[in-house]
């Protein structure tokens, strides 16, 4: 079963997912990184995408996945909505939700901190309007982003672990 790292920015997605990854031996991919230029350029001038610019991205992400079947892989993607994370799991096959929580005071700060970002302060609320929390028939867990990394990080990986 592979892992994304779900959440808004700030949320620390990246830096956990890597510390995932390097524990248990698995490949690391940041979605940010798959997202096409005009989405890249779209963020960065502080236009929120639509789920029009999302879907083919989302379908990026979970053939990237897929491509890594029989290994374990570790995914940083913000997966906002319900729709979005089954558009993943429609390619990518069986995945487990980690979903990064945390107040908009602590986003904010985190976001401001910062540097070379395309993503700007001024979308975070936009993200967090747009987030649809993990349901129950979801797999998956929610983790509060006010703990340390390393902690956020090994409570995700004894729950992945843990997956038959």
């Not at 029009?52 to 990026?60: G, I, N, S, V, Y």
């Not at 429609?90 to 700060?109: H, I, P």
Request: aromatic content about 4%; glycine content about 8%.
């Amino acid at each position: 079963m592979s892992l994304v790292v779900m959440g808004v920015s700030g949320s620390g997605k990246s830096t956990v997912a890597a510390l995932v990854a390097e524990r248990a031996g698995a490949a690391f991919i940041d979605a940010d990184d798959l997202h096409p230029e005009s989405n890249v350029q779209k963020m960065a001038a502080g236009i929120p995408l639509t789920d029009e610019d999302r879907m083919p991205w989302l379908a990026r992400v979970g053939e990237v996945i897929a491509d890594h079947s029989g290994e374990r892989v570790v995914v940083a993607c913000s997966a906002l909505k319900r729709v979005y994370r089954d558009a993943i799991r429609e390619r990518a096959g069986s995945v487990l939700f980690a979903e990064l929580d945390g107040t908009r005071e602590l986003l904010a700060q985190r976001m401001g901190g910062r540097q070379q970002h395309f993503m700007p302060l001024g979308l975070l609320d936009s993200q967090l309007a747009t987030l649809e929390s993990l349901q129950p028939d979801e797999e998956g867990l929610r983790v509060d982003i006010a703990r340390e990394p390393d902690r956020i990080a090994d409570a995700i990986l004894s729950r992945w672990l843990a997956q038959p």
